[in-house]
C-alpha cells in the first residue's frame, strides 16, 4: 500500500516511555500502517515530512482537562492547541459540560446551543467541523442546574438523584468518558459526598471514570482528596483529580503530602490519577472566588485580570493596581466590576502556588498534563492556554532535568489515552489512529506569559490529527479532521 503521508528519519517516541529509535512513520487512510526502519513505499500522492534524524515524531498530546466545549464551535480551528502538538482534548471538566442543559455562560453564547445530550451536541459540533479530536466528560454542576436549579442550595431529594444518576448514565450510553466535578463552584459546592457518589454511580456502570475539581485545594486539601478517594470507593469508578495543587503560601509543600495519601489509597485498591499545569498562577471565573464584601487587599494584590467585558483596559492589570488607578478600594472595584453587564463573566488569574510544588507534581509517574486553559481570546487569558505542553518539556524535561523526554510523552498521550479511553490513541503502532506530532527536542518551548498570553509555542513542526496535517511550521492548514470520540470504541 502507498502511504497518504510519511514522516522520514525522526527519532520515535512511540508513548511507551521506552527508548527513542530512529525511523519512519508512515499513514495511509488515517492510521499508522508502518512505523521503523524499513523503507516505505512513497507515490507522487505522498506528503513527506523530513525529520532530519533530530525531530521527534511521538502520538499527538492529549489535554485532560479543558474547557473547550464551546471552543469546538466558537474557535474550531483550535490554534491555541494544535500549535502546542494536542491532537485530543477531554471537554467537560470541572463540572461544567455542554449537556444535558445550558451549562454556563460560553455555552449559552455559541448561539443555538439547542441540545439536550451528548448525542445532539455531538450532531452540532460534528456538523460545522473542528481539527481536535474531543472526549467528553458529563459535568455534576450542569447535571443539577437542569435536575435541580442553578441556584438552589437544598439538598437533592430521592426523585431528582435518582434524575442526575440517569444523565450521567444515558451520556455513558452517548460516549462520554465518564462524571466531572467541580465542587468550590455553584451549584455542585451544594452537594454531599453522598449525592455525587450516587451520581457517579451513573458513570461506574458504564465503566467510566469520576474526575474531580476537589472540594479544597489549600488547607483542607488532604481532606478533598480523601473525599474523592470515597465517591470512587462508593461509586466503584476509577478517580481523576484535576489541576493538582496546593494553594496558598501556608499549604506549600502539601503537595507532596497529597500524593503520598493518594500513593497509599492506590496500594489499598483505589485507582486514582491526576493532572497538573505547570505554572505557579491559577485562573478562574472571579465572582466565584470573591465579592465585594470578602476580597482583600492582599487577594486584590495576587490577582490580575484576564478577561474582564465590561472594563477591557482592566486585562492583564493587578487588581490592586486598577483599585488604586481609580481612586477606588479593592472592594469597591470588585463590586462595580461583578455588577455591571458582563460583569460575571470576569476572569482573574491568581499567583498562589510554588515551584517546588510543580516538580513535586510532575515527579510523580500517575501525572498527566491538563492545561485548564479558558478559551476566551478576547482577554489575556492564562498563558497555559497556549503554553503547556511545550512548558513542560522546556521546563521539565531540559531545564531542570525532572523527568526524561519519553515519560514526559508518556504522560501526554499512552497515559491519558488509557485513562481517559481514547481507543487506538496515545501509542504509536501500526493500526492506530494517526494523530502525530513532530517537534525539535532541543527548541521546543511556551512563549505565552502573563503579560504576552496568546503567543504560539517554538519547536513545533508538524502537528497530524487522523493522518491530516493540521499544523505546518507555524501555519495552520484549516483542515478540521476532529471527531468527538466515543469512549473505549474511539
Ligand atoms: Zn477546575
Ligand atoms: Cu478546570
Known amino acids: 500500500m502507498l502511504a497518504d503521508l510519511v514522516v522520514r528519519n525522526a527519532l520515535i517516541a512511540d508513548g511507551s516511555g521506552g527508548p527513542l529509535a530512529g525511523g519512519d512513520v508512515a499513514v495511509a487512510e488515517g492510521r499508522i500502517v508502518s512505523l521503523g526502519t524499513g523503507r516505505v513505499a512513497a507515490g507522487p500522492g505522498t506528503t513527506e515530512l523530513d525529520a532530519r534524524g533530530e525531530l521527534v515524531c511521538s502520538p499527538g498530546f492529549i489535554d485532560t482537562h479543558t474547557h473547550d466545549d464551546a471552543a469546538l464551535i466558537r474557535y474550531p480551528g483550535l490554534e491555541f492547541k494544535v500549535a ?10 470541572c463540572g461544567f459540560s455542554a449537556f444535558p442543559a445550558v451549562g454556563g455562560d460560553d455555552i449559552a453564547a455559541v448561539a443555538d446551543a439547542g441540545w439536550t445530550d451528548l448525542d445532539g451536541y455531538r450532531r452540532a459540533v460534528t456538523a460545522r467541523g473542528f481539527t481536535c479530536n474531543a472526549m467528553a466528560l458529563i459535568g455534576h454542576n450542569t447535571i443539577r442546574m437542569s435536575v435541580i436549579g442553578a441556584g438552589d442550595p437544598r439538598p437533592a431529594s430521592p426523585r431528582e438523584l435518582a434524575a442526575m444518576r ?50 479544597n485545594e489549600g488547607d483542607r486539601l488532604l481532606e478533598a482528596v480523601g473525599e474523592a478517594a470515597r465517591i470512587g470507593r462508593e461509586a466503584g469508578c476509577p478517580v481523576h483529580i484535576s489541576h493538582h495543587k496546593a494553594a ?6 502539601r503537595v507532596r503530602d497529597s500524593l503520598a495519601v493518594i500513593d497509599e489509597a492506590n496500594s489499598a485498591g483505589s485507582d486514582i490519577t491526576l493532572d497538573f499545569y505547570p505554572y505557579i498562577a491559577s485562573s478562574g471565573p472571579m465572582g466565584e472566588y470573591v ?30 493596581a486598577v483599585a ?13 466590576v461583578l455588577t455591571a453587564p458582563g460583569g460575571p463573566r470576569t476572569i482573574t488569574i491568581g499567583f498562589g502556588m510554588s515551584e517546588q510544588d510543580l516538580i513535586t507534581n510532575i515527579s510523580h509517574p500517575r501525572m498527566m498534563i491538563g492545561s485548564d486553559g479558558i478559551p476566551d481570546l478576547d482577554g489575556m487569558p492564562h498563558p497555559r492556554l497556549y503554553g503547556t505542553f511545550p512548558r513542560v518539556f522546556a521546563e521539565y524535561v531540559r531545564g531542570r532535568a525532572v523527568i526524561s523526554l519519553q515519560e514526559a510523552v508518556r504522560r501526554m498521550t499512552s497515559l491519558p489515552a488509557a485513562r481517559f479511553g481514547l481507543a487506538g490513541r496515545g501509542l504509536l503502532a501500526p493500526g492506530a489512529h494517526a494523530d502525530l506530532v513532530v517537534f525539535d527536542p532541543a527548541k521546543i ?26 499544523f505546518d511550521h507555524g501555519h495552520h492548514t484549516g483542515a478540521r479532521p476532529g471527531r468527538l470520540l466515543r469512549f473505549a470504541t474511539g
Not at 177 to 198: F, M, N, V
Not at 248 to 253: A, K, L, S, T, V
Not at 326 to 331: A, K, N
Open 445 to 470: 518551548r511556551d512563549l505565552a506569559s502573563y503579560t504576552e498570553p496568546k503567543q504560539e509555542p517554538e519547536g513545533v513542526h508538524w502537528v497530524v490529527v487522523n493522518g491530516q496535517v493540521v
Open 84 to 93: 502546542q502538538g494536542c491532537t485530543s482534548l477531554v471537554i467537560g471538566n
Open 291 to 320: 465579592t465585594a464584601d470578602t476580597v482583600t487587599q492582599e487577594w486584590a494584590e495576587r490577582n490580575q485580570f484576564a478577561n474582564c467585558p465590561p472594563f477591557p483596559a482592566y486585562q492583564g492589570r493587578r487588581v490592586s
Open 324 to 336: 488604586a488607578a481609580e481612586g477606588l478600594t479593592v472592594s469597591e472595584l470588585v463590586g462595580r
Open 248 to 253: 496558598g503560601r501556608e499549604n506549600w509543600g
Open 166 to 215: 440517569a444523565q450521567a448514565r444515558r451520556a455513558m450510553e452517548q460516549g462520554a468518558c465518564g462524571l466531572s466535578t467541580g465542587l468550590i463552584y455553584r451549584p455542585g459546592k451544594w452537594a454531599s459526598t453522598e449525592e455525587i457518589a450516587e451520581v457517579a454511580r451513573g458513570a461506574a456502570e458504564g465503566g467510566g471514570l469520576y474526575a474531580s475539581h476537589i472540594r
